[in-house]
């Protein structure tokens, strides 16, 4: 089915406002999206929403929240997202705030700056009509706050590896990978017709800086040789930017040169 802006509708069932599942601090700006699933077969986003409602103050080691729950019947948001008309994006407790990968690869904390989309799956949830939904609203997102889905679109279990699973036991359990939901949020993307460009996307001719300690190696792969590694902070400038060996849903590779003249090819997940 093709995707347009106006294929699924969000429905609000907020959390309470100024609850620990919803403190109501308004996020600055929206910088990536965090891909989950719920790890809760069968319930629905509906069941979740209500969760949320009914227990707004749990104890301090069980607070979690989330923004949007897909299923295959809704998308039901619970805490701001940008997408529903006249709504400012708020801070919701979906990763962490002690694990480091996400201010590693985007510069910030994601639940003071990014989005969690909770997949909904087994049971009785029709898995094509959820993973359909699930596509739409993150591509739905990628517009609302201007990121380009090629690189603004990471897994939970990429940023916290040691304890979670999620989104890819999810997509897993519907016969879907992580690689094939950013395939199909870029289509998504493109199909809405609507042209934006992420400024902080690199690109040739730019400046860019090293996010983290950012191997440099002699080609497109993390199997290619090393030829020197860039430290966080370090300013480089992009040549080229080409498809290489996808690392963590990011596909692109950049051709850089370093202050000393030195060049080869890093993973553009790496910089900024």
Same mark, same amino acid.
């Not at 609850?19 to 077969?41: C, M, Q």
């Not at 590694?229 to 692109?252: F, H, M, N, T, W």
């Not at 202050?259 to 090819?265: F, M």
């Given at each position: 089915?093709?995707?347009?802006?106006?294929?699924?509708?969000?429905?609000? #069932? #907020?959390?309470?406002?100024?609850?620990?599942?919803?403190?109501?601090?308004?996020?600055?700006?929206?910088?990536?999206?965090? /891909?989950?699933?719920?790890?809760?077969?069968?319930?629905?986003?509906?069941?979740?929403?209500?969760?949320?409602?009914?227990?707004?103050?749990?104890?301090?080691?069980?607070?979690?929240?989330?923004?949007?729950?897909?299923?295959?019947?809704?998308?039901?948001?619970?805490?701001?997202?940008?997408?529903?008309?006249?709504?400012?994006?708020?801070?919701?407790?979906?990763?962490?705030?002690?694990?480091?990968?996400?201010?590693?690869?985007?510069?910030?904390?994601?639940?003071?700056?990014?989005?969690?989309?909770?997949?909904?799956?087994?049971?009785?949830?029709?898995?094509?009509?959820?993973?359909?939904?699930?596509?739409?609203?993150?591509?739905?997102?990628?517009?609302?706050?201007?990121?380009?889905?090629?690189?603004?679109?990471?897994?939970?279990?990429?940023?916290?590896?040691?304890?979670?699973?999620?989104?890819?036991?999810?997509?897993?359990?519907?016969?879907?990978?992580?690689?094939?939901?950013?395939?199909?949020?870029?289509?998504?993307?493109?199909?809405? /017709?609507?042209?934006?460009?992420?400024?902080?996307?690199?690109?040739?001719?730019?400046?860019?800086? /090293?996010?983290?300690?950012?191997?440099?190696?002699?080609?497109?792969?993390?199997?290619?040789?090393?030829?020197?590694?860039?430290?966080?902070?370090?300013?480089?400038?992009?040549?080229?930017?080409?498809?290489?060996?996808?690392?963590?849903?990011?596909?692109?590779?950049?051709?850089?040169?370093?202050?000393?003249?030195?060049?080869?090819?890093?993973?553009?997940?790496?910089? /900024?």
């Amino acid at each position: 089915m093709q995707l347009t802006p106006s294929t699924y509708a969000v429905t609000p #069932l #907020l959390a309470p406002l100024g609850s620990k599942r919803r403190p109501g601090r308004k996020s600055n700006k929206i910088l990536f999206l965090v /891909a989950h699933d719920t790890g809760n077969p069968g319930a629905s986003a509906t069941a979740h929403a209500k969760w949320y409602r009914n227990d707004p103050n749990p104890p301090p080691d069980r607070i979690s929240s989330a923004h949007l729950f897909v299923d295959d019947r809704e998308v039901i948001e619970t805490v701001p997202s940008g997408l529903v008309e006249g709504s400012v994006a708020e801070v919701a407790f979906h990763v962490f705030y002690i694990v480091p990968t996400d201010n590693q690869m985007f510069g910030a904390d994601a639940n003071d700056a990014a989005i969690g989309v909770e997949l909904c799956y087994g049971g009785t949830i029709m898995p094509e009509e959820a993973y359909s939904r699930y596509v739409w609203t993150l591509a739905t997102l990628c517009v609302a706050h201007k990121l380009d889905p090629k690189w603004k679109i990471v897994g939970h279990d990429v940023l916290d590896p040691k304890r979670k699973r999620d989104p890819t036991q999810g997509l897993n359990a519907i016969g879907k990978s992580f690689d094939r939901l950013i395939d199909d949020v870029v289509t998504a993307v493109a199909g809405f /017709a609507v042209n934006f460009v992420d400024n902080d996307v690199p690109s040739p001719q730019k400046k860019s800086l /090293a996010k983290v300690h950012l191997n440099v190696r002699s080609d497109r792969s993390s199997s290619a040789r090393k030829l020197f590694e860039l430290l966080p902070s370090e300013e480089v400038a992009i040549v080229d930017v080409q498809l290489g060996e996808r690392v963590y849903g990011i596909d692109k590779w950049c051709n850089i040169i370093r202050a000393d003249g030195r060049t080869g090819w890093c993973w553009a997940g790496g910089l /900024a």
